[in-house]
């Protein structure tokens, strides 16, 4: 039975600075739904992308989670284990997120391996992947090494390797802010895709209010390091409660007002 | 219309605008000049002798025949014999073996430890990574030589332990260098990218960061292999490692000096194979240096 609901409980995060304790992410809870996108809103620096990350215990060196747990479906899991396997991970920067000197192929093969499923079937899942994130032509881009692609293409591999990996659960680290807008569009339009069709649950990290509109089912706001205010996105764009929501909402407006005008 | 964006990538890559490799490793022979390939024959043919060393010598390189002691050249002994009548060109070939064996046993313990603490130190940080390079600094502030010395002193005479002592003198350097380039890939992106689809940093470590550092460990190794082989032939000479009836280049070297000025070849000989050997490896590693490093290989414009 897939799961349908995935909870980060309380999660708090710490780095020290000059010897004291600096709080980073504090007392974050989120629920994500499968076939569902919660939006991560808030102005950069505000956490973030580091909730995704320590919820996955995978935060970057010097930091640390402190608190918090996460939970499918209500059970409390290890993050070790659910890492790769239950929740799949899309990344900023898709030309960073791929090692320069490998190619697709052995991109692709290595979340299968270190998952331990047998090699036989591997071939043939991420090709199925691949073609649902519109990816035609899969043996040839196999083939290729990362400054082969473009950066569309290597974000919709990021995404062939989240599928294909089988997990219901997505974490989407802003996942189209290095795209031009047209390959954004289309990437947006996949994501929107396959939570619909594949019920897939998605945590989309995002600062642009536009692709949360587009995208998002419920939608949560935060500043420094917290949860302001958590609401389905209509009731965000047309009634925020929190300044801070109103604030994000307002900045959006003013740089497309002149757009919508004319 | 991200389809174009494919198209164009697809067009530049089906013209080979973009070769996959743009260089090959098979162009190693072609493109070395004439000392590296002169260099690779030698190492391969002494690896070869140090691997048949015991089927193809002439002669018995242990026998003793006090008859023809001190013989010059000749078409039986094509090196002339020792002090007790040995063939000189089987006990060269037979020190090939010891000399390169313990060579590649000491290289294989220290390239070990130096990517197993190396490696640890920076992929995990913090304090581990404290611990590990003060003690390497410790081992990096003594002449190697002398705490070579040491070690065997502590630990006794014999070539194991001549082995044992050069790896633990050695280890160090390998590790900073593994730490280093460990440290400026840790924080990459798809390092991240790997752990969170499940990698373990095990696995993490061997699949991404290993490699990345595998051009600099086999130049270091090569450069030092002949500097290793000079370490345990001076430490034999010193009478430390591989004691006097077996065959072994610093050994010999020992043994002739009595006859140094009377049978200078006797010396010579043992001591052009270790020059030979040195000197051909430390060609290898540089001609290795130039191909790997691709600045280097920029300035060269090939």
Same mark, same amino acid.
């Given at each position: 039975?897939?799961?349908?609901?995935?909870?980060?409980?309380?999660?708090? +995060?710490?780095?020290?600075?000059?010897?004291?304790?600096?709080?980073?992410?504090?007392?974050?809870?989120?629920?994500?739904?499968?076939?569902?996108?919660?939006?991560?809103?808030?102005?950069?620096?505000?956490?973030?992308?580091?909730?995704?990350?320590?919820?996955?215990?995978?935060?970057?060196?010097?930091?640390?989670?402190?608190?918090?747990?996460?939970?499918?479906?209500? +059970?409390?899991?290890?993050?070790?284990?659910?890492?790769?396997?239950?929740?799949?991970?899309?990344?900023?920067?898709?030309?960073?997120?791929?090692?320069?000197?490998?190619?697709? /192929?052995?991109?692709?093969?290595?979340?299968?391996?270190?998952?331990?499923?047998?090699?036989?079937?591997?071939?043939?899942?991420?090709? +199925?992947?691949?073609?649902?994130?519109?990816?035609?032509?899969?043996?040839?881009?196999?083939?290729?090494?990362?400054?082969?692609?473009?950066?569309?293409?290597?974000?919709?591999?990021?995404?062939?390797?989240?599928?294909?990996?089988?997990?219901?659960?997505?974490?989407?680290?802003?996942?189209?802010? %290095?795209?031009?807008?047209?390959?954004? /569009?289309?990437?947006?339009?996949?994501?929107?895709?396959?939570?619909?069709?594949?019920?897939?649950?998605?945590?989309?990290?995002?600062? %642009?209010?536009?692709?949360?509109?587009?995208?998002? %089912?419920?939608?949560?706001?935060?500043?420094?390091? /917290?949860?302001?205010?958590?609401?389905?996105?209509?009731?965000?764009?047309? /009634?925020?409660?929190?300044?801070?929501?109103?604030?994000?909402?307002?900045?959006?407006?003013?740089?497309?007002? %002149?757009?919508?005008?004319? | 219309?991200? =389809?174009?964006?494919?198209?164009?990538?697809?067009?530049?890559?089906?013209?080979?605008?973009?070769?996959?490799?743009?260089?090959?490793?098979?162009?190693?022979?072609?493109?070395?000049?004439?000392?590296?390939?002169?260099?690779?024959?030698?190492?391969?043919?002494?690896?070869?002798?140090?691997?048949?060393?015991?089927?193809?010598?002439?002669? @018995?390189?242990?026998? #003793?025949?006090?008859?023809?002691?001190?013989?010059?050249?000749?078409?039986?002994?094509?090196?002339?014999? @020792?002090?007790? $009548? !040995?063939?000189?060109?089987?006990?060269?070939?037979?020190?090939?073996?010891? =000399?390169?064996?313990?060579?590649?046993?000491?290289?294989? *313990?220290?390239?070990?430890?130096?990517?197993?603490?190396?490696?640890?130190?920076?992929?995990?940080?913090?304090?581990?990574?404290?611990?590990?390079?003060?003690?390497?600094?410790?081992?990096?502030?003594?002449?190697?030589?002398?705490?070579?010395?040491?070690?065997? $002193?502590?630990?006794?005479? $014999?070539?194991?332990?001549?082995?044992?002592?050069?790896? #633990?003198?050695?280890?160090?350097?390998?590790?900073?260098?593994?730490?280093?380039?460990?440290?400026?890939?840790?924080?990459?992106?798809?390092?991240?990218?790997?752990? *969170?689809?499940?990698? =373990?940093?095990?696995?993490?470590?061997?699949?991404?960061?290993?490699?990345?550092?595998?051009?600099?460990?086999?130049?270091?190794?090569?450069?030092?292999?002949?500097?290793?082989?000079?370490?345990?032939?001076?430490?034999?000479?010193?009478?430390?490692?591989?004691?006097?009836?077996?065959?072994?280049?610093?050994?010999?070297?020992?043994?002739?000096?009595?006859?140094?000025?009377?049978?200078?070849?006797?010396?010579?000989?043992?001591?052009?194979?270790?020059?030979?050997?040195?000197?051909?490896?430390?060609?290898?590693?540089?001609?290795?240096?130039?191909?790997? @490093?691709?600045?280097? !290989?920029?300035?060269?414009?090939?």
């Amino acid at each position: 039975m897939t799961p349908s609901c995935l909870a980060i409980r309380g999660l708090g +995060v710490e780095t020290t600075r000059h010897g004291a304790a600096v709080r980073l992410v504090d007392d974050v809870s989120l629920e994500v739904r499968a076939g569902e996108t919660l939006a991560l809103v808030g102005a950069s620096g505000c956490g973030k992308s580091l909730t995704c990350a320590a919820s996955l215990d995978a935060a970057p060196p010097g930091v640390r989670r402190t608190a918090g747990s996460i939970a499918i479906d209500g +059970v409390e899991q290890a993050p070790a284990d659910i890492r790769g396997r239950l929740v799949a991970t899309i990344l900023q920067n898709p030309r960073s997120a791929f090692n320069p000197v490998r190619t697709m /192929r052995q991109h692709a093969m290595e979340g299968p391996a270190a998952r331990g499923v047998p090699a036989a079937g591997r071939a043939q899942r991420i090709r +199925v992947a691949m073609a649902d994130a519109g990816l035609e032509d899969a043996d040839r881009i196999l083939a290729l090494h990362p400054f082969e692609m473009s950066g569309g293409m290597l974000q919709r591999m990021m995404i062939a390797l989240a599928l294909a990996s089988g997990a219901p659960f997505l974490f989407a680290d802003e996942p189209t802010t %290095d795209l031009d807008l047209i390959v954004q /569009r289309d990437i947006l339009d996949l994501l929107l895709r396959l939570t619909r069709e594949q019920g897939l649950g998605v945590l989309l990290v995002t600062h %642009d209010m536009g692709v949360v509109a587009a995208l998002a %089912d419920r939608v949560a706001v935060m500043d420094a390091g /917290r949860i302001v205010e958590t609401g389905a996105v209509m009731d965000i764009f047309h /009634r925020p409660a929190h300044p801070v929501t109103r604030g994000l909402r307002d900045a959006h407006l003013s740089l497309y007002r %002149d757009r919508s005008a004319a | 219309m991200s =389809s174009l964006d494919a198209e164009l990538a697809g067009d530049l890559a089906s013209h080979d605008l973009i070769p996959p490799h743009a260089h090959g490793r098979r162009g190693f022979w072609r493109e070395a000049r004439w000392p590296a390939r002169i260099a690779a024959l030698v190492v391969g043919a002494l690896a070869l002798i140090a691997l048949l060393g015991a089927w193809i010598t002439p002669h @018995d390189p242990d026998a #003793v025949d006090l008859a023809i002691r001190l013989q010059p050249a000749d078409a039986a002994h094509w090196l002339g014999t @020792d002090h007790l $009548g !040995r063939d000189i060109l089987s006990r060269l070939m037979a020190g090939a073996t010891m =000399s390169l064996g313990s060579v590649a046993l000491a290289m294989a *313990l220290i390239l070990t430890a130096g990517v197993i603490l190396g490696g640890t130190a920076g992929f995990a940080g913090g304090r581990v990574d404290q611990v590990i390079m003060r003690v390497a600094d410790v081992f990096l502030t003594f002449p190697t030589i002398v705490m070579a010395l040491f070690m065997v $002193g502590v630990l006794g005479v $014999g070539l194991t332990n001549v082995i044992i002592a050069i790896a #633990v003198t050695h280890w160090a350097w390998y590790a900073r260098m593994v730490r280093g380039i460990v440290l400026s890939l840790r924080r990459r992106d798809f390092i991240a990218a790997s752990r *969170l689809a499940g990698a =373990s940093p095990t696995q993490t470590f061997i699949r991404h960061l290993l490699p990345a550092t595998m051009a600099q460990l086999l130049v270091l190794a090569t450069l030092d292999i002949g500097h290793i082989m000079l370490h345990v032939s001076g430490l034999s000479f010193l009478g430390l490692g591989v004691s006097a009836p077996t065959a072994e280049w610093g050994v010999m070297i020992a043994d002739a000096r009595e006859y140094v000025w009377t049978e200078p070849l006797l010396m010579f000989w043992p001591g052009l194979a270790l020059f030979i050997s040195v000197m051909a490896l430390n060609t290898l590693g540089d001609a290795l240096r130039d191909r790997l @490093d691709p600045s280097l !290989r920029a300035e060269h414009g090939h």
